[in-house]
């Protein structure tokens, strides 16, 4: 028996060690962002919440908020809305079903990095191919350096991420809709509503849970994109795309101000907190209570 307990033992100590590592880090991490650590420095001295208050005091941090609440706002209720109605549309499929979710699927195989490589060659204004198809259709107007204005290329890149994810919300809600009992829909039918009524007054309401699901996962990834960014725009033009994470990301590498770098990811996340525990704790009612 003593000697089966310390083989179990023996077998947990890699995931101990990621988790051990995984939490430390984030101890560690807490640690300085109070502190006046600069890489070049050889010291650092405990400033409290200085960084923070440097932090607050930056109007590119505040750029980077309302980018952020940008992602959330264009990202999440377009992807969320599109992929149910997607998923509405191939519950009524005769054929082809198999292969339509396999295309819609597919660009979530790609990686941020290939996506935003595909998407900034497609918004170039000389040899991309959208401006490419505007010119073929005569209408020159609107040939724009879709990522090269303030104005649009925020929104080129949350559609470039909409298409990526469009087949997640399929998947969720498809599983949802399927789920469901198809004597209330055709009990509806029967009594004469109409499809549009039948797919948002009853379906819609039905796979609350799926919404949840799916907006918490979309939220959190824009809570942590950074490589689209970095791939697309860089941030620019100016900082008009700068999201949390890229500003950390400059802070820490670009300034070497390890401290605000820090303090920039504890903002990030309280943020990802405040989307994560009320879905947490919904599941925990949902699943584990009752």
């Known amino acids: ?4 307990k310390v083989q179990g033992f023996i077998f ?6 990621i988790i051990g590592t995984f939490y430390g880090m984030i101890i560690w991490n807490f ?5 006046g650590w600069q890489v070049l420095l050889p010291t650092w001295k405990f400033v409290g919440l200085e960084n923070f208050y440097r932090l607050f005091e930056l109007r590119r941090f505040w750029i980077n908020i309302k980018n952020n609440f940008l992602w959330l706002i264009f990202f999440i209720a377009p992807t969320s809305f599109v992929g149910f109605v997607l998923a509405y549309l191939f519950t009524n499929l005769k054929r082809g079903e198999h292969l339509l979710r396999q295309v819609f699927l597919f660009p979530m195989a790609l990686s941020f990095v290939i996506n935003g490589t595909l998407w900034a060659w497609m918004y170039d204004p000389s040899s991309g191919l959208i401006n490419s198809i ?8 609107l040939g724009l350096g879709w ?5 649009t290329a925020i929104y080129c890149m949350i559609f470039s991420a909409f298409w990526q994810y469009m087949g ?3 998947v969720i809600y498809l599983g949802a809709i399927r789920g469901l009992s198809s004597a209330m829909v055709e009990a509806a039918a029967m009594d004469g509503a109409s499809k549009f009524t039948i797919l948002f007054r009853i379906i819609f309401p039905n796979v609350g849970h799926a919404t949840l699901i799916c907006t918490t996962m979309l939220a959190i990834t824009t809570m ?3 490589d689209l960014v970095w791939i697309m725009t860089q941030g620019g033009p100016g900082v008009s795309t700068e999201v949390l994470p890229y500003l950390m990301y400059r802070l820490t590498f670009s300034s070497r101000d390890i401290g605000m770098g820090a303090a920039t990811s504890i903002v990030i996340l309280i943020f990802s907190a405040m989307i994560v525990i009320p879905y947490s704790l919904w599941a925990l009612k949902k699943w584990v209570i009752t």
């Open 1 to 4: 028996m003593k000697k089966n």
């Open 12 to 17: 947990l100590i890699p995931m101990l060690v």
């Open 31 to 35: 640690i300085i962002a109070f502190t």
């Open 134 to 141: 505007l010119r073929s259709i005569g209408v020159n107007t």
């Open 147 to 151: 990522i090269a204005l303030p104005n």
């Open 168 to 170: 997640f919300a399929l």
């Open 224 to 226: 942590k994109v950074f």
